[in-house]
C-alpha cells in the first residue's frame, strides 16, 4: 500500500498542486485530495495511469562488464576509424 501512495503523490507532483493530499484510508483506500484543481479529468488521466515496465536482458557471467566495455570502445573506435578498428578490436575471441 506505500508503495502505490508513493506512486500517487509523484503522479501528483506533476499537477503541481499546492499542499495535496494523498494518505490511506483503511486497509484498501486511499484518499487524494487537490486543492484548487480546475481540470478534474486530466487529474484523474495522471492519477489513473498504467504503469511501464522496463524490462532489460543481464549477463551476469564473469568478465561480462569487461567484455561489454571492450565491444563499446571498438563500436567507438569503427565509427571514428572504420578502417583501424576493424583490424583491431576483437570480442573474446571474436570480432566485434
Request: net charge positive; hydrophobic share 40%; glycine share 8%.
Amino acid at each position: 500500500m506505500q508503495q502505490n501512495i508513493t506512486i500517487l503523490r509523484n503522479r501528483v507532483n506533476e499537477l503541481g498542486v499546492a499542499e495535496p493530499i494523498v494518505q490511506q484510508q483503511g486497509a484498501d483506500r486511499v484518499v487524494v485530495q487537490l486543492p484548487g484543481v480546475q481540470d478534474t479529468a486530466r487529474a484523474k488521466d495522471i492519477l489513473g495511469r498504467t504503469a511501464t515496465l522496463e524490462i532489460r536482458m543481464v549477463n551476469d557471467d564473469p568478465g561480462a562488464l569487461e567484455a561489454g566495455a571492450s565491444a563499446a570502445r571498438c563500436r567507438s573506435a569503427a565509427i571514428s576509424s572504420p578502417s583501424a578498428a576493424a583490424s583491431r578490436c576483437w570480442c573474446g575471441g571474436r570480432s566485434c
